[in-house]
């Protein structure tokens, strides 16, 4: 995957989307009544860490939310 693709935080395009809490905090696929967040109120940051690149999103505590966040990397 290194090879192929940037990994640097300023070429990650990253989607965030959230809805009502339903008992489920984080969701691996986006389904239905998520809405899209443009103004992306979260703080991202690239790390390395254990030979692993990590994203780590700080979400700010506004409501109670259930979450989706999908990223796109650009190839090299």
């Known amino acids: 995957m ?4 940037n990994i640097s935080q300023p070429k990650i395009l990253v989607n965030f989307y959230y809805k009502p809490y339903d008992t489920q ?12 967040d443009n103004k992306q109120n979260f703080n991202g940051q690239l790390a390395y860490e254990n030979d692993e690149y990590i994203y780590k999103i700080t979400i700010p505590k506004t409501g109670n939310f259930s979450y989706f ?8």
């Open 69 to 76: 966040v999908s990223f796109t990397l650009t190839e090299k």
């Open 2 to 5: 290194l090879t192929y693709y």
């Open 25 to 36: 905090l984080l969701y691996y696929t986006l389904g239905t009544g998520f809405i899209n």
